[in-house]
């Protein structure tokens, strides 16, 4: 059984230096599924197919570095219900509020008033009419919105997804996957927090947040590298990835701030795309 994770995008804030911000593509069990949804993360997703084959979105937090690539990517499961039959709604896991903030975003841009013609164009188009007859929305339609609470449980398939509260300036949770035996935990964007230790204890891969990575790092409500490699130490993971640095250009420093902490193998998700778990 294989697991992979690809890193779709890892910038914190705003895209910078072709790298996109928060994207994570964790593959196995015949899923896909993705972490988070920021600015650039529809461009790689759709790079090398024009549909995005994905099973399951879950989104971390609703600040913009996490979600605003929902909108194209919502485009992009529109074309597949119109050109290509899909039918199926996008199961996509937001946060508390998330589905409510989704809707006022989504009516920013007019989507209940679309109209979709008679003519035949397959099942897709034909339900998309339907619905939309109801004065529903369109995006909020291609997707399957839930919320769940930082602490609930579930499954996603094969894959068991297990969440917990982080320490941010909003609602935002951490996690993990497991499949097939094998964990990824995800800090998603945190301060320090020792629970979080415990939460992560036996995964793989921990990709965690690092975003306060030099004296220039914009602050926040994050961890510096030396507290990713401490979390990483205490939960006795085998890898740890870090993620959402103040600058891409920080990862040779914060490995080794982060190598003071923890002794295992440590990487930056800006200079490495893809890990086997
Ligand atoms: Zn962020």
Redesign the pocket.
């Given at each position: 059984m294989q697991v992979r994770l690809d890193i779709l995008g890892s910038s914190?804030?705003y895209p910078v230096l072709g790298l996109p911000?928060?994207g994570y593509r964790l593959s196995g069990m015949g899923q896909a599924i993705l972490l988070d949804c920021?600015p650039g993360i529809a461009t790689a997703l759709f790079s090398a197919s024009e549909t995005c084959r994905l099973d399951a979105v879950i989104i971390s937090?609703m600040?913009p570095?996490?979600i605003l690539d929902l909108i194209p990517l919502g485009y992009g499961l529109l074309n597949e219900w119109v050109c290509a039959g899909r039918t199926s709604r996008l199961p996509l896991r937001v946060p508390p509020g998330g589905r409510r903030f989704l809707e006022q975003l989504s009516g920013l841009f007019d989507h209940r008033n679309w109209r979709f013609g008679e003519e035949d164009r397959g099942p897709g188009h034909a339900a998309l009419r339907e619905i939309m007859k109801k004065g529903e929305d369109w995006l909020l339609t291609v997707f399957d919105i839930e919320e769940y609470v930082p602490g609930d449980t579930w499954n996603e398939g094969d894959i068991r997804v297990t969440t917990a509260p982080a320490d941010h300036s909003i609602v935002t949770a951490a996690m993990r996957l497991e499949a097939g035996g094998r964990t990824l935990a995800y800090t998603g964007?945190t301060r320090w927090r020792p629970e979080l230790a415990e939460f992560f204890a036996g995964a793989v891969l921990l990709l965690a947040?690092a975003?306060l990575s030099s004296a220039n790092a914009p602050g926040g409500a994050?961890m510096t590298p030396r507290e990713a490699g401490r979390l990483a130490r205490i939960a006795g993971v085998e890898t740890l990835v870090l993620c959402?640095l103040g600058s891409p250009a920080d990862g040779e420093s914060a490995r080794a701030a982060a190598a003071a902490e923890f002794g295992g193998d440590i990487r930056i998700a800006a200079d490495e795309r893809m890990f086997l778990l």
């Open positions: 914190g804030g911000c928060s920021g937090h600040h570095d996490h964007d947040d975003h994050h959402h």
